[in-house]
């Protein structure tokens, strides 16, 4: 099976159980820049699930359209575990979607800073019950980094919709 055809199984398969539950997911998006919900938005009748999706590119949209603390912008950066939950958890006071998730990385070329290399990417997922974040350490060029925040993205949905062990090391110890 190819990647597209895994990201499209995936996809489909988010879609469909949120469906079932009626229940809706909305996206803030940094690196990948609206890519998840692009993805989510290509299956017919994504408006019953897709409540919406933000690009908050910049740390000033981050912190006056999600609300992230300056203070974590400042000391943890936006490309941190405290940023992508504070961006989850901001987007849904402003949604009040069932699930917030956000994504927040350096897909390169340039950016990389001590101790954060190209590659590196948090995504946190926020509901009524708890907020995770999971840090990945993507290699490839800007776009495969990019999609692979996709597939993650929704890989971590569809284990909380599935209430399985939520993939990957929680990152925000």
């Known amino acids: 099976m190819s990647v597209n055809e895994e990201l499209s199984d995936l996809t489909r398969t988010v879609f ?17 820049a609206g890519l998840v919900s692009a993805t989510l938005a290509e299956i017919p ?11 908050t590119y910049s740390n000033a949209m981050k912190r006056d359209f999600l609300g992230v603390p300056t203070e974590i912008l400042e000391r943890d950066g936006a490309v941190s575990p405290r940023c992508a939950i504070a961006m989850a958890e901001g987007l849904c006071r402003r949604t009040h979607s069932d699930f917030a998730l956000s994504i927040t990385g350096l897909a390169g070329p340039g950016g990389a800073e ?60």
Do not use: M
């Open 16 to 32: 469909t159980l949120l469906r079932q539950r009626r229940q809706t997911v909305a996206f803030a998006e940094s690196c990948t």
């Open 45 to 55: 009748g994504a408006s019953e699930v897709l409540d919406g999706g933000v690009v």
């Open 114 to 173: 001590p101790g954060k290399p190209i590659g590196l990417v948090y995504i946190a997922l926020h509901d009524a019950r708890s907020s995770v974040v999971r840090r990945f350490l993507f290699e490839g060029e800007r776009n495969s980094i990019r999609r692979a925040s996709v597939f993650s993205a929704l890989e971590l949905l569809r284990c909380r919709l599935l209430e399985e062990p939520l993939c990957g090391k929680d990152a925000s110890n």
